[in-house]
């Protein structure tokens, strides 16, 4: 029952906005940076390898093990923009809010997506490293549909990408790291999530 319980974490269809976020890629498109499916899969692949896995799922691992408001506070201070801030208070107290309606509790106060996603997996009974990897691949997927949307890009390629960088999840997930190597250096991501907000025409929220 816990892998089903995984799969309902990880599935798009899960109601808290995912979809609509696009994590600066968007921007990436319109500067240039990303156009076609070579140049998408290395912008997500650096994303993923340098910022997500050595930030996002270090507090998701951590959070499974004994949640914490500290680190929940900690996370969200460590969000360099005003958008990638939204996004993750908003998904995390949507998917709290739905954990509510479930009947799991969330001692924690506004929390942030990796939180309220570490608390439903430990409400399951779901092994970190697993609850990693669904983490990892609930935001590759979203990722890669930003990208066939908006670059855009066939599904055949957005399936390619999903298959080659899928491959990865397992090793990213089984990196732990002490908490003061933990890191989401990132600085084209940051300045381009920044610009996403004031960019003229988009389909993503900011």
């Known amino acids: ?3 089903a319980r995984l799969l309902q974490l990880a599935s798009p269809t899960l109601p808290v906005g995912a979809y609509s976020y696009s994590q600066g890629l968007e921007a ?3 500067a240039g ?3 076609d499916p070579e140049t998408a899969q290395a912008w997500i692949a650096d994303v993923l390898e340098l910022a997500i896995a050595r930030m996002e799922a270090q507090v998701l691992r951590a959070q499974i ?3 914490s408001q500290a680190l929940n506070d900690f996370f969200v201070a460590t969000r360099e923009t005003a958008e ?7 998904m995390g107290q949507a998917l709290s809010r739905l954990l509510a309606e479930l009947g799991i509790p969330v001692p924690i106060q506004d929390p942030a997506f990796p939180t309220s996603f570490a608390i439903a997996a430990r409400h ?5 490293c697993q609850a990693v990897v669904a983490y990892l691949w609930s935001w590759l997927e979203n990722q890669v549909m930003t990208a066939v949307k908006a670059v855009p890009l066939g599904q055949t390629a957005g399936q390619k ?3 080659s ?9 089984s990196l732990e790291l002490k908490e003061d190597a933990w890191s989401n250096l990132a600085p084209g991501l940051a300045f381009l999530s920044a610009r996403h907000e004031t960019q003229y025409s988009r389909l993503f929220r900011s």
């Not at 960088?165 to 997930?173: D, Q, Y």
């Open 1 to 3: 029952m816990s892998l």
């Open 28 to 30: 990436a498109i319109e």
């Open 33 to 35: 940076h990303v156009r």
């Open 65 to 67: 093990v004994a949640p």
């Open 84 to 90: 990638l801030r939204a996004e993750t208070l908003q």
């Open 124 to 128: 399951w009974s779901i092994q970190p």
């Open 161 to 163: 990408m999903l298959l």
């Open 165 to 173: 960088l899928g491959g990865e999840l397992e090793r990213l997930a």
